[in-house]
Nanobody
Framework: QVQLVESGGGLVQTGGSLRLSCVGSGRTLRSLVMGWFRQAPGKGREFVATCTPGGESTYYADSVKGRFTISRDNAKNTVYLQMNSLKPEDTAVYYC??????????????WGQGTQVTVSS
């Protein structure tokens, strides 16, 4: 069993940056694919980014490519999402998840509780 806890969300102006963190417990994350998803009010949960266990491969949604970076520190059992050039449409609850290298949320059996990101215009 894996427990995931996100942090780092908050309120930021358009063009600003935030770094989200996701700390795992219960088992090591070093053998798990990790992903980030988000859910805006009234919308479904959408894929943001994913990263292989060693960090050698990443994949991003087109909407965040070039602005967001997923990374991980397996020694700290932590995954990060660096978000730059934030836009109001990035406003959502952001979730980290552990599972398979996929954009499909159903391929990720483990989820955190989410952290709110709000981008003001």
């Amino acid at each position: 069993q894996v427990q995931l806890v996100e942090s780092g969300g908050g309120l930021v102006q358009t063009g600003g940056s935030l770094r989200l963190s996701c700390v795992g417990s219960g088992r090591t994350l070093r053998s798990l694919v990790m992903g980030w998803f988000r859910q805006a009010p009234g919308k479904g949960r959408e894929f943001v980014a994913t990263c292989t266990p060693g960090g050698e491969s990443t994949y991003y949604a087109d909407s965040v490519k070039g602005r967001f970076t997923i990374s991980r520190d397996n020694a700290k059992n932590t995954v990060y999402l660096q978000m730059n050039s934030l836009k109001p449409e990035d406003t959502a609850v952001y979730y980290c998840a552990a599972g398979s290298f996929s954009t499909d949320r159903y391929k990720y059996p483990y989820w955190g509780q989410g952290t709110q990101v709000t981008v003001s215009s």
